[in-house]
């Protein structure tokens, strides 16, 4: 069992849907959880970080996290086509944060 | 500059060949990481450092790849004797220190081996 699994998609959504990006996960050790956008040909850049199990709200993007269930999302509300990226949820597992990675989810949204 | 800065951006080369990757991460960011993309095998961690010394070099593939940091800055990834399965996106990122700060990425380099 890998010690992360992220919904491969592809997502194709219209412009203004609401989309939900999912994660589950094994190792419990994870303590801190992050989501990456990463555009094509261009390197993950940070979009939530949290910690503590519930939500976290940051503009049109929000994380929820529940650790009993290992499971973690990231929702994007009034979704634009500059949100069409690939999201990465991703995990530090040690004390200097080497991450592990879920394989990405391809996000569309069309006009 | 304000970012990581990666170099080349892309490099082809034909098996067998030597190649080496350049690091420049945020000025002040004492952690740095190296990380391949490539499709089959996702985001895999390479190697870590903490000022020059790398205490976790676990996901170096083979002995044929190899890092080093000087001046707590700049860090090269080496790759000996190039083999296609090498081909990928090689990224590099730091953060402030080890204490799972957030991780700034630069955009990679795109290696071909022909």
């Known amino acids: 069992q890998k010690e992360v699994e992220q919904d491969p998609g592809p997502l194709s959504v219209p412009e203004g849907a609401i989309v939900s990006l999912n994660c589950t996960y094994s190792n419990s050790a994870f303590q801190y959880f992050m989501w990456y956008r990463q555009y094509s040909r261009k390197g993950p850049e940070l979009l939530m970080y949290t910690y503590s199990s519930g939500n976290k709200e940051d503009g049109r993007f929000t994380a929820q996290v529940d650790k009993s269930s290992k499971y973690i999302s990231l929702f994007i509300r009034d979704s634009q086509p500059s949100d069409s990226a690939t999201y990465l949820c991703a995990f530090p597992g040690t004390s200097y944060g080497k991450l592990t990675f879920g394989q990405g989810t391809i996000l569309t949204v069309h006009p | 500059g304000a970012g990581v800065s990666q170099s080349p951006s892309n490099k082809v080369t034909e098996k067998g060949k030597d190649v080496e990757l350049r690091c420049d991460p945020i000025s002040g960011h004492t952690a740095l990481y190296w990380y391949r993309q490539s499709l089959g095998q996702g985001l895999e961690f390479l190697i870590y450092f903490q000022g020059n010394s790398a205490p976790d070099k676990s996901g170096l593939p083979s002995d044929r790849f190899s890092a080093e940091r000087t001046g707590g800055s700049v860090s090269t990834l080496t790759i000996q004797r190039t083999q296609q399965e090498d081909s990928a996106v090689y990224l590099c990122?730091?953060?402030?220190?080890?204490?799972?700060?957030?991780?700034?990425f630069g955009d990679g380099t795109r290696l071909s081996i022909l």
């Open positions: 990122a730091s953060s402030l220190d080890h204490s799972n700060q957030p991780q700034h």
